[in-house]
């Protein structure tokens, strides 16, 4: 699993100018099973996405495919990690830790 922190670097119009185009692409993800759970940060100034992926490098290409991302309003951090437990509602992602 990965979480996905997003940090504006723009002023809040350039973010809202895409966000219609950042809601579809997330859109796109979570039609694809990529993405769990995402929303905005308080104070407003980026949001988090949870996501699943099999490695960190096709992660990093959803990631660059981010229209806040293209158009240069918004960075990234990927953080990877072992969901070795979660609540019932996640019992799929579970994962064993690596050997």
């Known amino acids: 699993m990965f979480v996905l922190e997003l940090t ?3 002023p809040l119009e350039r973010v809202d100018a895409l966000l219609e ?15 769990i759970a ?11 996405i949870i996501a699943v992926g099999a490695d960190r490098a096709g992660i ?3 990631v660059a495919a981010d229209p806040f991302t ?4 918004a960075t990234y951090r990927i953080t990877e990690f072992v969901a070795t437990k979660t609540g019932p509602e996640l019992a799929a992602y579970r994962q064993q830790p690596p050997a």
Do not use: Q
Not at 38 to 48: A, F, H, I, L, Q
Not at 70 to 73: D, H, K, Q, Y
């Open 8 to 10: 504006y670097t723009a």
């Open 21 to 35: 185009d950042h809601v579809d692409w997330l859109t796109t993800h979570y039609d694809a099973g990529t993405f």
């Open 38 to 48: 995402s929303g905005r940060k308080e104070p407003r100034d980026g949001g988090v």
């Open 60 to 62: 990093e290409e959803v």
């Open 70 to 73: 293209v158009e240069g309003v």
